[in-house]
């Protein structure tokens, strides 16, 4: 017999990402992304150490499976790791057939696309919202002064991959440009 999901409520407060109730908050360090920034960890960052948090995320749980949804928040926090803006690990989901919503509630972001060869930036404001297709990896970056949030709504049986961005990364990088802007390399 197909066990039935009982509705779900949350408040999700736009401007700090915060989700209460929530089920899961995972807060990724700098520890955590050791091969994720070109400058390594501490060089140039003596604001930064390695249990700094540069983003958490915020979900309600969902059973993993076909048919079923997760909602959860992303808080990317603003900063620099040598000239590289805070940026999420990136990943592929694990079924390929599995596509996103990213739906920005505050800050101003990029969103980095790939597949293959191709490498698209999408910027991200208040009330952007980007359709992520299936087979393509993502990664959120904060290029503003404030927390950058965003509710993304996505298949409970995606699954995460990390393994190939943390060794080959995305074909594009998001630096600072030394006053407020950023330059894409
Ligand atoms: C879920 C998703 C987002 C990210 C979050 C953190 O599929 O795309 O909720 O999980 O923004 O980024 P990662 O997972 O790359 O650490
Ligand atoms: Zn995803």
Known sequence: MVELLHPLLSNLNPDTGL?????????????DMPNHYLSGHLHGSSALNQDT??????????????????PCSTILHPGLVGDE???TKGHFHKNREAAEIYYCLHGEGLLLMQQDDECIVKQMNQ????YVPAGWAHRSVNVGSEDLVILAVYPADAGHEYGFIEK???AKRI???GEKGYIVK
């Open 19 to 31: 989700m209460d109730p929530y089920d899961t908050h995972r807060q990724v360090r700098l520890g």
């Open 53 to 70: 948090v540069l983003y958490e995320v915020f979900e309600l749980s969902v059973p993993e499976k076909a048919g079923d949804m997760i």
């Open 85 to 87: 803006f805070f940026m």
């Open 127 to 130: 009330q952007t919202l980007i």
């Open 168 to 170: 080959s990364g995305f």
């Open 175 to 177: 630096f600072s440009n």
